[in-house]
């Protein structure tokens, strides 16, 4: 497995942006993904044509905890018939292994990727939530939906995918990936290293 140099400037690099949603969790169920999305920068700037998303099997008769928002309700017979994760993994590996991985808030992202391929080691991962707590001090919320509404980002995301909203998994990963890129578009960012920008 190599490991990614980290003094390689951003916009050299290929960075996989994605989003899980989940069943969340019940008493006698672990929480389980039902649906991934992903999307690419590249140069910095997000790869249209390289979206991605697929539904992930969860059993019909499983329950889903009712406060987790999406569209898993009226998709459980989908839910239900999708590829699991391990048998969707051949088709996703090369866009997850050895370059950086991005997510808004990566606990859960950082999870079901280890769940779904536990011999492989993932990353660098670059955490848009954190970075934007950084960047940004003093908002009164950090969630991703509220971000790319007050940085002016929405109406783009919502361009690019159509019929989506927030907490559908492609949705997600393009909004987190505009985030970035809009993130890397601030003065003084030009030349940041992975290794910088993770340690931010």
């Not at 969790?25 to 140069?43: D, F, H, N, R």
């Not at 960047?135 to 989506?164: F, H, M, N």
């Not at 990936?177 to 290794?195: C, K, N, R």
């Amino acid at each position: 497995m190599k490991v990614m140099d980290s003094t390689r400037a951003i916009f050299d690099v290929e960075i996989t942006v994605l989003d899980y949603e989940s069943t969340g969790t019940l008493s006698g169920y672990a929480t389980e993904p039902w649906q991934i999305g992903m999307v690419s920068l590249k140069a910095g700037k997000v790869d249209v044509a390289s979206m991605f998303e697929s539904l992930l099997r969860v059993d019909v008769n499983r329950p889903f905890n009712s406060h987790v928002p999406g569209r898993h309700a009226v998709l459980r017979r989908e839910i239900a018939e999708a590829p699991t994760p391990q048998k969707l993994w051949p088709q996703i590996q090369q866009r997850l292994v050895e370059r950086p991985l991005c997510a808004h808030n990566v606990a859960t992202e950082k999870k079901f990727i280890r769940a779904m391929a536990p011999m492989h080691s993932f990353g660098p991962w670059i955490d848009t939530l954190r970075i934007a707590r950084k960047v940004w001090p003093g908002r009164t919320s950090y969630a991703l939906g509220d971000l790319i509404v007050t940085l002016g980002l929405k109406q783009r995301v919502d361009e690019l995918c159509l019929g989506k909203k927030a907490h559908d998994a492609l949705y997600d990963a393009v909004a987190s990936a505009m985030l970035l890129e809009h993130l890397l578009e601030q003065p003084g960012w030009d030349g940041i290293t992975i290794g910088e920008l993770i340690s931010i």
